[in-house]
């Protein structure tokens, strides 16, 4: 019974007698929220070459709204930064410095994976 009782969750997580549904976003602060991510997903394209895939998701909870950057090397493990911005943050747009700070730690990650990955084995093709 407990964990079947739509309004039973952790204190201070949801109120009693509150309803645990989903937060609610207005279309323009999904609108900014995608935008957002999207051009976090660009800039980080941009750093990387063709061979490392980059991509994102949004998702919606009690919670709020939380979105991921996930770049997958050609080499090495994938990495990953998710963030769950505040609802001013979605009113006022997150701010460009952000966004270029997560894509440049994204990409810098990705590339020390494959360096990681290949070690010093690799034979220069040129010189």
Known sequence: MNANDPYAGVPGVVGA???SHDVDLTLDQR???RRAVAG???QTRAYLPD???VGSELSY???GPRAT???HPPAGHPVSAGFAPDLDDLETGLAEEDRREVARGLAASAALQVMNAVGDGV???AR
Request: hydrophobic letters at 35%; zero cysteines.
């Open 123 to 125: 034979t220069p093709t």
């Open 69 to 71: 950057v996930a770049v």
């Open 17 to 19: 007698g509150e309803s």
């Open 61 to 63: 909870g009690a919670d």
């Open 51 to 53: 061979s490392y895939t």
């Open 31 to 33: 609108r900014t929220l």
């Open 40 to 42: 976090i997903v660009e």
